[in-house]
C-alpha cells in the first residue's frame, strides 16, 4: 500500500512538472534523425504551424537563415556525442515573421548508450532581444545623427589598419570639425543645433562616397575613412564633394549659411602606423585649415605643431589662472517633476582666458584631464561649490543638494577623500548636500569603484552617474553598487517627442531605475512636451533649458530663490 501511495506521488509530482513545463516553454521531442514527433501547444502558437504540419518533419521547418551551417554542424556534434547543447537560436514562423528562442536540447540514451529520441525546451527571447540590439546599436551609434559614434569608430579604425597592413594598401582619414557651429547652438538653442547635425549626416550619406566609413566623433566633430586611396587627388575629391555640401546642400536655409567645415587628412601608413597618431595628426591638420581661414582641406605635413602649442597654451593658461578670477561657477537649478520645486542644483565650471575668451568646457576640460590640471581644478570647483551652498543656507535659501562633477582622475587620486572630508569641515557643509556625479566609465574597475562608493556612502554623501546611457555599462554594475541618482544623458532626451524608439529607450531606462529604487534626473530638457512625457514615465527630477540654463550666482539668487 505504501509502495503504491508512493509511485501514485511520484506519478503526480512528475505529472505536474509536465504540466508547468508545457504551459511555460515551447517543447518538442524528436527522434533520432531529427523528425519532430512531438511538438506542445505553444510550439505550435509561436511558430503558427498547426501540429500536423510539424510532426514527421526536422526543424529546418522553422530554420530563418540567420546561423551559419557551422553553428549548426556544432550543435548536431554536441548533441549526437550524447551531450546537452545550451544556445539561443533565430526561428521564423509560418508567415515569415522572426523570433528568438532560448533553447536547451537534452539527447536521451538507450541502454548501449546510443541517442534515441532529442527532447528540446525553448523558451521566446524575442523581446529580450530586441530590446539588447537596441541597447547594442544606441551604444555603438551616435543617438542625433545616427551615425557610427566614437566606440564603433574606434574599433573600426582598429580593423582598417588591420586589412591595409595585410593588403599594403593606403587609405585617408579625414577629419571634418564644423566652422561657426557654435552660434547656432548659442542663438538658436541646441535642438536647431541637433538638427542641423542630423541633416549634415543625412548629407554625407546621401554623397555616396565611394568606399568609405563615415562616424560622428563627438560635438560637432565628423570622421570619413577613405579606403585604398592611390593619390593624392582621389582624396581631394572627396573633399570638395563633403564641403560642397556646405554651399550646396544648405542653400536654402539661411539658418546654416554661415557654417562650413574644415578638414584635415592624414594617411595611412605614410603619416601614422597607428589609430592614435593617425587620428591626432588629423585633428592637427584641421586645425592648421582653421588657421588658414577655414572651410578648406589641408593635409598633415611633418612641420604642424600647431596641436601640441595649443594643448600647452591651454594647460599653462588654466595653470596660471586657477587660483585667480578667471575661473568661476555657473549653476544649473533642478527641478521635481511633478511639484515643480527646487530640489537640486549642479554646478557648471566655466572659463574666461586672459584675453576675456570664453573657453568651452569641451575645449579646455579633455586637456585639463590630459595634462592632470584636473585634479586641482576639480578641488578648486568642490570647494567653491561646497562654501557657496552654506552661504546660501545661511542666507535662508532653501536648503538642496550641490552637484559636482568628479573625475576619474581625481577619484584615483590617493588624496581625494582626505581633502573631500577636509572641504567639509571646513565649510561646515552636511553632507547630504552635497552629490557626486561620476560617469559610466569609473564602475568599469568595479572593485576599485565600489571601495570608492562605500567610502563616500559612508560619510554621508549622495552618489549619481552622470550622463547614463553613453558608456554601455553593465546592468549588473546598478545593481551591484548603491547609486542614489541616475542622471540620463540628454541625447537620451532629444527627440522622445517624436522618435519612438528612443522613447521606448527612454522608458526602459527609468523602469530600470525605479525597479532599483534609484532617483533619476533627466538632462538637455528643453522642450514642453519633453518635460510632460518624462513626468507621465516616472521620471524624478527635470533640469535644462525648460526651465532655466546655467545661471551665475547673482543670477540664481534674483531669478531662482527669490520666487
Known amino acids: 500500500m505504501i509502495e503504491q501511495q508512493e509511485y501514485d506521488r511520484i506519478l503526480k509530482y512528475m505529472k505536474d512538472i509536465e504540466f508547468a513545463l508545457d504551459v511555460s516553454s515551447i517543447v518538442a521531442i524528436a527522434d533520432r534523425t531529427g523528425k519532430i514527433t512531438y511538438a506542445n501547444d505553444k510550439f505550435c502558437e509561436i511558430s503558427q504551424y498547426p501540429r500536423s504540419e510539424l510532426i514527421g518533419k526536422d526543424h529546418n521547418i522553422v530554420n530563418s537563415n540567420y546561423h551559419p551551417k557551422e553553428f549548426f554542424k556544432e550543435m548536431w556534434k554536441t548533441i549526437g556525442s550524447g551531450k546537452v547543447w545550451k544556445g539561443e537560436i533565430k526561428n521564423k514562423t509560418k508567415n515569415g515573421n522572426y523570433y528568438w528562442v532560448d533553447t536547451t536540447i537534452v539527447p536521451f540514451l538507450d541502454e548501449n548508450g546510443k541517442v534515441y529520441q532529442y527532447v528540446s525546451i525553448r523558451n521566446d527571447i524575442t523581446k529580450q532581444k530586441e530590446m539588447s540590439e537596441r541597447i547594442e546599436y544606441a551604444a555603438y551609434h551616435d543617438s542625433i545623427t545616427g551615425l557610427p559614434n566614437k566606440r564603433y569608430l574606434d ?10 597592413y595585410t593588403e599594403k594598401s593606403h587609405f585617408a ?6 566652422d561657426n557651429f557654435k552660434l547656432v547652438n548659442d542663438t538658436l538653442g541646441h535642438h536647431e543645433g541637433d538638427l542641423f547635425l542630423k541633416e549634415l549626416a ?16 563627438s560635438g560637432d566633430e565628423f570622421i570619413i575613412i577613405v579606403r585604398n586611396v592611390k593619390e593624392q587627388k582621389e582624396i581631394v575629391q572627396v573633399a570638395k564633394k563633403v564641403l560642397s555640401i556646405f554651399n550646396t546642400g544648405f542653400a536654402k536655409n539661411k539658418t546654416y549659411k554661415n557654417i562650413t567645415g574644415s578638414i584635415g587628412v592624414s594617411v595611412f601608413p605614410c603619416n601614422a602606423n597607428n589609430s592614435q597618431k593617425l587620428m591626432q595628426k588629423a585633428d592637427i591638420a584641421m586645425y592648421h585649415a582653421k588657421s588658414k581661414g577655414k572651410n578648406c582641406l589641408t593635409f598633415y605635413e611633418k612641420d604642424m605643431d600647431l596641436q601640441t602649442k595649443k594643448f600647452f597654451s591651454i594647460s599653462e593658461n588654466m595653470r596660471q589662472d586657477l587660483y585667480t578670477d578667471k575661473f568661476s561657477l555657473h549653476y544649473q537649478p533642478q527641478f521635481d517633476a511633478l511639484t515643480k520645486e527646487l530640489v537640486g542644483i549642479e554646478a557648471l565650471l566655466r572659463w574666461e582666458d586672459k584675453d576675456g575668451n570664453n573657453i568651452p568646457p569641451s575645449v579646455f576640460i579633455p586637456i585639463a584631464e590630459e595634462s592632470d590640471l584636473i585634479v586641482d581644478l576639480g578641488i578648486w570647483v568642490l570647494r567653491k561649490a561646497t562654501f557657496q551652498n552654506v552661504e546660501w543656507q545661511h542666507k535662508g535659501y532653501p536648503k538642496v543638494p550641490i552637484s559636482v562633477n568628479v573625475s576619474v582622475k581625481q577619484i584615483n587620486n590617493q588624496d581625494f577623500i582626505v581633502k573631500l572630508k577636509e572641504i567639509l569641515y571646513e565649510s561646515g557643509l552636511e553632507p547630504k548636500y552635497l552629490n557626486l556625479e561620476i560617469t559610466e566609465t569609473f564602475m568599469y574597475e568595479k572593485e576599485n569603484a565600489m571601495n570608492f ?20 555599462s553593465s546592468l549588473q554594475y546598478l545593481i551591484d553598487m548603491p547609486m542614489d541618482v541616475l542622471k540620463i544623458d540628454r541625447a537620451f532626451v532629444k527627440e522622445i517627442e517624436s522618435n519612438p524608439t528612443k522613447m521606448g529607450l527612454l522608458k526602459g531606462i527609468l523602469s530600470i531605475a525605479q525597479t532599483l529604487n534609484i532617483k533619476t534626473v533627466a538632462e538637455g530638457v528643453e522642450l514642453e512636451k519633453q518635460y510632460d512625457l518624462l513626468k507621465e514615465n516616472g521620471c524624478n527630477i527635470i533640469q535644462g533649458y525648460y526651465f532655466s540654463k546655467p545661471k551665475s550666482k547673482d543670477e540664481i539668487e534674483s531669478l531662482i530663490f527669490s520666487k
Open 173 to 178: 582619414l579625414m577629419f571634418l570639425d564644423l
Open 155 to 164: 574599433e573600426q579604425l582598429e580593423k582598417e589598419i588591420e586589412k591595409h
Open 202 to 217: 543625412n548629407q554625407l550619406i546621401s554623397a555616396n562616397i565611394r568606399d568609405s566609413f563615415i562616424a560622428r566623433r
Open 453 to 472: 562608493i562605500n567610502e563616500i556612502k559612508n560619510l554621508g554623501i549622495s552618489i549619481a552617474i552622470d550622463d547614463f546611457g553613453t558608456g554601455y
